[in-house]
């Protein structure tokens, strides 16, 4: 069954803490997105990667990592430096920066 | 740096209108343009994508068109359903995907 899997749905946590969010496709695309939604507001660019072992900082990339080792795979950590992270976190991927993005179903994050 | 805008903010029809959902830009150097379909707490559907160097794509009751010169597409729904209730988003990309803030559909039954 091909797409996009995010895990997990929800995430609670703590003032402080570092928390990972994953992203896994089976689309054989080259090209991998994170955005942040909030309430009211589009959708913003976190980090992007075109290939493996590279990426590219978006719109609000401070206080968030990413890491590109595998195709397959482009995990987000939300750090304790993000001041807000309360958000809905959503993963894209496309074939290249040209071609038509796919999205994963969301992951909702709190800080409680 | 790209700006998209989308009107109405909110629009709420009877079951069996057709419909236009309007996205604006600032910059016509892109590479294609899309319109997604997101219910609440859910991922983002893609429902057409246009290519640059067309004018218009179809699939189903959708019908979406590019205008680069205005800086304008539009997304038409025809004979609209309570199942078309969702939030609608048109993106552009350029260096990089440019979202507007959506369009949220309402049909009533």
């Known amino acids: 069954d091909g797409g996009i899997t995010q895990s997990p749905k929800y995430l609670f946590r703590k003032e402080g803490q570092n928390v990972t969010l994953s992203c896994e496709q089976n689309?054989?695309?080259?090209?991998m997105y994170w955005y942040r939604q909030d309430p009211g507001q589009g959708l913003r660019l976190i980090y992007y990667s075109q290939i493996v072992n590279d990426f590219q900082k978006g719109d609000i990339a401070e206080g968030y990592s990413v890491s590109r080792e595998k195709k397959e795979s482009f995990p987000l950590t939300v750090t304790s430096a993000q001041k807000n992270p309360t958000a809905f976190y959503l993963c894209?991927?496309?074939?290249?920066?040209?071609?038509?993005?796919?999205f994963g179903p969301g992951t909702r994050l709190t800080v409680l | 740096k790209q700006e998209v805008t989308q009107i109405p903010a909110a629009l709420s029809v009877p079951e069996g209108e057709n419909l236009v959902l309007n996205c604006s830009f600032t910059?016509?150097?892109?590479?294609?343009l899309q319109w997604f379909r997101q219910d609440p707490g859910k991922g983002l559907t893609s429902l057409l994508l246009i290519q640059s160097s067309q004018r218009e794509q179809t699939s189903g009751r959708l019908n979406a068109s590019l205008d680069k010169s205005s800086g304008r597409s539009t997304l038409y729904i025809a004979a609209s359903q309570p199942g078309d209730s969702a939030t609608y988003l048109c993106?552009?990309?350029?260096?990089?995907?440019?979202f507007g803030e959506g369009t949220q559909l309402t049909v009533n039954p």
């Open positions: 993106a552009l990309s350029g260096s990089r995907l440019t």
């Open positions: 894209a991927t496309s074939g290249t920066q040209k071609d038509e993005q796919f």
């Open positions: 689309l054989n695309h080259d090209a």
């Open positions: 910059d016509s150097a892109i590479y294609n």
